[in-house]
């Protein structure tokens, strides 16, 4: 018997000027409201889609890749197109998921090419598109602004082009497009970080473009790089296992669960990464930094900027630094919850959670709540973990928790029903 493609259902609230959120209009969503997918059944993801591989999400755009179940990969975006984000085809707004394709997006894909990994800063867009024994393709469009595209600053116009490394030497020679394998490409607001490997001596290294003048990609020489630049960490020995950027900083978990940042630390943001082990998971806010520990309680520390409850704890300050500490989880019998995963936006945090002594899964999140992006039906900022999901008093919808994400005043709830 043939499986059944799953029934998923995409939700968003907060921030929505744009059409960001995809439910048809542009005004804030102060509850999460199920996403358009244009052509498709109202609330209903496109037919034969087997999950969300990834969403990406800029100041006021979405991208999201979706996995079908021919194998194929689709990207469709909404929201903000005005810079050229959603390719030169949509240059006002969707308020709504539409199919995204650009002439140079189809002629890698009519090779075989198949987008792989997105990607979104402020107001540009990123693809890596793969094709074994080919070279891989990353492909941006959008804003140029603080060398965002990596192509130099001669590109103003919002045709998209391809990122090279051509540049770029390792070891004393120069890099050939097909000697790099792009593991991971990870966006903050303005600056953006590849972990890649190289073919040649299967070597890992860091490589990034855009803001650049408080360190966040690794030196503070200039202002900002408008092409790739090779940074000063050497990760070969402790390979990268997740990296997260914030508006000023960066943070990377290596293999071995230890920590590297550099950036800004005028927020606290920097505070004590380097002298933590077993961390499984790393995320950045804006201003703050926060790390998933690999203990049996599943400790999520939280450091950095506090201004609008995002650390989901009481404030400590030492030595005029704020402390690293945990967020602090409570249920109504005072019973730990057990935290599966968690996703942070610019200054509101969202967690997957398993109440004590249950296998059923909850979305808790706090934080930055101005656009009404954690789905309470108001605007208040929340300072500690509450449930936001399932709803209080109920919703027309009820399934499995898939995954969530967290984005710019936006939160999203996968569903699978």
Known sequence: MEAQT???????????????????SDDDSHTFKECRFIGCTEGMLPPNTLGILQLATGANHTLVLLE??????????CGDGRKGQL??????????????STPLYETYASQGYTCCLIAAAWETSYLVLKLPSRPDVIISMGSNDFGALGVGTKHTTVTPAVVSFDHL?????????????????????????????????TEHTLI??????????????????????????????????????????????????????????????????????????????????????????????????????????????EEKEVTVGPVEFTSHDGKLPSLKSFACGSEHVMAVISPYGSSDMEVWGWGWNEHGNLGLDHTDDVPKPIKIWPAAGGHALDGRIARVWAGNGTSWILLQI
């Open 169 to 201: 030497t390792i070891e004393g020679r120069s890099i050939k497009p097909s000697e790099l394998v792009v593991e991971s490409i990870v966006a903050g607001p303005r600056h953006v970080v590849l972990h890649v490997r190289t073919v040649f001596n």
């Open 6 to 24: 799953p029934y998923l259902h995409l939700l968003a609230a907060g921030s929505n000027a744009r059409g960001q959120l995809a439910n048809g």
């Open 208 to 317: 990034g473009w855009g803001l650049a003048r408080h360190g966040q990609l690794g030196d503070t020489k200039v202002v900002n790089y408008d092409r790739p630049y090779i940074i000063s960490l050497d990760v070969s020995p402790d390979p990268v296992q997740t990296c997260s950027l914030g508006l000023q900083h960066t943070v990377v978990c290596h293999q071995s669960g230890r920590t590297t940042a550099f950036g800004s630390n005028k927020k606290g943001q920097l505070h004590r990464m380097g002298s933590w082990e077993r961390v499984r998971q790393v995320g950045c806010t804006w201003n703050g930094t926060y790390l998933l520990r690999d203990d049996d309680e599943n400790t999520l520390l939280s450091t950095g900027s506090n201004a609008h409850g995002q650390l989901g704890r009481e404030s400590q300050v």
């Open 68 to 77: 079908l179940g021919d194998g194929r990969r689709e990207l469709w975006g």
């Open 87 to 100: 390719g030169p085809e949509y240059m006002e707004q969707l308020t709504e998921f539409t199919p995204i």
